[in-house]
């Protein structure tokens, strides 16, 4: 069984943890943004007012709707905002996602920051979800990994939700992962979770998941014997996964991971493991492509 999706858990959407990190995100992409003033507003009157609209160019699930009111809303609070979608919708291309009033200097300094939240975690959501659909039927989960952009890890956990997959770890402090570099330092699969196993007695937290990374099915033979409860598959073939299955019979459980793709994930569900975790959800991401117009 995998647990909720960890973001849902630690900053449910409307919270003051989830507010916190909107802020946060959108504050620290105007400074990187603005710095020293935007120049080419100045152009314009400053009390000048102005309407926008946003519109999709192409088919998408929309994410990231609460960091793109933040960004109109720290520059001007006034800002008037209208989604005509939902979070966690699907939308079409050359659909009216929003209208947008308020001063047109803050409205042209947001603009960019807000597009690129919109168009990172609509991307990530997007591609969440038709991984999602590939393995419907199944009681396979999708899960992310830590291959996230630098400042951005805990948005884009939360469009993995959005799109329908589960949140693996959040960050180092929230799990143990032992991987081929942690065997190696530690000498052997056995005394990495040995270690490990003993870390986990004499933290507060009794609760803290343990999971071991074996790369053939004599590895994963040693990880049961050494008492792994969670084992990560990597780069197994469909028919060493299927032995895997097998072999562990329901004492672990086993999640897949490596060369994942859309192609191979729905025979990768059905070899039988309980989890697939893959890092082009938020690694190899290409934006949606969004547009605001000024009317």
Known sequence: MCSPPLFAQQYPRGSQAFNDLVQHDVAQALIEDIGSGDLTVALIPASQQAKATIISRENAVICGIDWANACFQQLDKDTNIKWFVNEGEKITANQLLCEISGNARALLTAERCALNFL?????????????????????????????????????????????????????????????????????????????????????????????????????LQQALDAGAKSILLDNFSISDMKEAVRITAKRALLEASGNVNLCSVRDIALAG?????????????????LSLRIK
């Open 119 to 219: 168009q990172l975690l609509s991307a990530v959501a997007t591609h969440t979800r038709q991984y999602v659909i590939a393995i419907s039927g199944t009681n396979v989960k999708i899960l992310d990994t830590r291959k996230t952009l630098p400042g951005l890890r805990l948005a884009q956990k939360y469009a993995v939700t959005v799109g329908g997959g589960t949140n693996q770890r959040l960050a180092l402090y929230d799990g143990i992962l032992i991987k081929e570099n942690h065997i190696a330092a530690a000498g052997s699969i056995h005394a990495a979770l040995e270690h490990a196993q003993n870390l986990n007695k004499k933290a507060l937290n009794k609760n803290v998941s343990i999971q071991i990374e074996v790369e053939n099915l004599d590895e």
């Open 273 to 289: 493991v309980d989890r697939i975790s893959i890092g082009s959800l938020t690694k190899n991401i290409r934006a949606i492509d």
